[in-house]
């Protein structure tokens, strides 16, 4: 993950993604606003830029790089740091 936007009215996050030739792609993934995502238990403190994730998405109908974010589980296995959402998130 490069970077994660905690914004209104949608959160960002921007991955880079390997495209069919290896080569290095930045994708961005539009989310809920944060107030949705806070309800739903996660905080912005679950994921942080540098993490690896397995991210679950709508890919764009004009084929561009990005899409509307399903779900995200963090890898990095840290249960301190996720609380759990881990496993919630799958």
Not at 52 to 81: E, N, W, Y
Request: glycine share 12%; aromatic share 8%; with cysteine.
């Amino acid at each position: 993950m490069r970077q994660v936007h905690w914004f209104f009215p949608h959160g960002w996050i921007y991955l880079e993604v390997e495209d069919e030739q290896g080569q290095a792609q930045t994708w961005a993934m539009e989310g809920a606003n944060p107030n949705s995502i806070q309800l739903a238990g996660v905080s912005k403190d679950h994921v942080r830029s540098g993490d690896r994730i397995s991210a679950r998405c709508h890919p764009l109908r004009d084929g561009s790089s990005g899409c509307v974010l399903g779900f995200v589980t963090p890898l990095h296995g840290d249960t301190a740091r996720g609380h759990g959402v881990e496993r919630a998130w799958n």
